[in-house]
């Protein structure tokens, strides 16, 4: 199973056949010479080949126009209606705004300094995934496919291939880009979902927890142990692998007895093979960088509240990541990309019912948003011109060397 990686934490699945992955028995990151059809012209997007001959996995490839009219569609009213139909009869979009400009000038500083270090940030989990790649490859990889995703409805497919093209421009072979793309996307799926758990367990140490809270902190890290176990027990046995597939399966195919037999066996068996070797000896760093990557932007947003009013503004750090926490699951919720609207109004309630002025928790998230997104998809669409610049001239060279090398008829 292939997991592309939407960088808001919400996962996009693909299942990944044998054909052209390269994947038997684990693999490590490996560079291979960039591959002058992948480099150049509208295939680089639509079919990123393997430069062993082989194609690797994506889903269709290009757009599908009838399901990006539809997704911006519906991107569209999600947004009229939370923006321009609930926040309006919660909180006063002038008064926040009025908030957002009795910011002192050293409040805004240190928000654009958050803002640079979670720009920065972002490219270490990738980084940690595929040893070897360069910080500035990395970062026009990660940036590009945060814009794809995250401004472009029902985008992710397309944002998968577009990986898959860049590390292959810059020698990496298809083996080495899944794996790396299927890590970076579960370890930041397993982040997510531990950090609810690990905000309230803070707020249960720290005794400022009720019983509802109390009995979340419980379900989420029971659960959370159960997805960390299973997902060991997935890495460690080719057999429990395809029984917990198979389990997955038999329960899929009561809902949806047309489901193909074996779907979720074989996804569970191939991510495996995709994985092990990559899970095995990084680890560590994985975590180490997703965490980071996750509380960059929960800084971003602690720093728009304390700039918004501090410790006036009624809630303590510790309830402010807990509402971050528990919204970022919203963007699990596939309606929008990036979770545009649906992460937003869970975290102007979470942060309301935790105390905070209504109209400062709107100004809150619209400063967070503006930070944590605008800038990104700026930057993505600039460094998505910049690959294509650099793709069009390695296209050139290597057809050149070829004019070069051919022998004279």
Do not use: C
């Not at 050293?106 to 972002?122: D, E, K, M, R």
């Not at 945060?146 to 985008?155: E, L, Y």
């Not at 074989?266 to 997703?290: H, I, M």
């Not at 990309?337 to 992460?343: E, H, N």
């Amino acid at each position: 199973m292939m997991v592309g990686v939407d960088p808001t934490g919400r996962p996009y699945n693909h299942l990944v056949g044998d054909s052209g992955t390269g994947a038997s028995g684990g693999h490590t990151p490996e560079r291979d010479s960039p591959d002058p059809t992948q480099a150049g012209g509208p295939s680089s997007v639509n079919a990123a080949v393997n430069p062993d001959g082989g194609t690797p996995p994506t889903s269709g490839g290009g757009l599908d126009w009838r399901k990006q009219l539809l997704a911006g569609v519906i991107t569209l009213a999600v947004l009229v209606v939370v923006f321009y139909g609930i926040f309006p009869k919660f909180a006063n979009y002038g008064e926040a705004w009025s908030s957002i400009q009795q910011m002192s000038i050293v409040s805004l500083v240190a928000l654009g300094a958050a803002t640079v270090v979670n720009i920065v940030v972002y490219v270490f989990p990738y980084i940690a995934a595929l040893p070897g790649i360069r910080f500035r490859d990395a970062f026009v990889v990660r940036q590009t496919s945060f814009m794809i995703s995250n401004a472009v409805p029902a985008g992710g497919a397309f944002g998968l291939g577009v990986q898959y093209a860049m590390l292959n421009g810059y020698g990496f072979s298809a083996a080495s880009a899944t794996s790396a793309i299927a890590v970076t996307s579960v370890w930041n799926t397993l982040v997510t979902l531990a950090l609810p758990a690990l905000g309230l367990t803070v707020l249960l140490v720290q005794g400022d927890a009720n019983q509802n809270q109390i009995l979340g902190s419980v379900l989420s890290l029971v659960a959370l142990v159960a997805i960390v176990g299973a997902m060991v027990v997935v890495l460690r046995s080719e057999g429990w692998a395809r029984r917990l597939g198979g389990w997955g399966d038999a329960l899929v195919h009561r809902v949806r007895p047309s489901t193909k037999p074996g779907l979720l066996a074989d996804g569970l068996s191939n991510f495996r093979e995709q994985t092990y070797d990559v899970v095995a000896k990084r680890w560590g760093p994985l975590t180490a960088t997703n965490f980071a990557q996750q509380f960059s932007q929960f800084f971003v947003l602690l720093v728009a509240i304390y700039g918004l009013g501090g410790a006036s503004t009624g809630v303590n750090p510790a309830e402010i990541f807990v509402a971050f926490a528990i919204a970022r699951l919203a963007g699990f919720i596939p309606i929008t990309p990036g979770g545009l609207g649906t992460v937003d109004a869970a975290l102007v309630g979470l942060l309301s019912a935790f105390g905070m002025n209504k109209d400062e928790a709107l100004a809150a998230d619209l400063l967070w948003r503006a930070a944590t997104f605008v800038p990104q998809v700026v930057i993505g669409v600039v460094t998505f011109i910049i690959w294509r610049i650099q793709a069009a001239r390695r296209s050139a060279g290597h057809s050149a060397s070829a004019a070069t090398t051919s022998p004279a008829v």
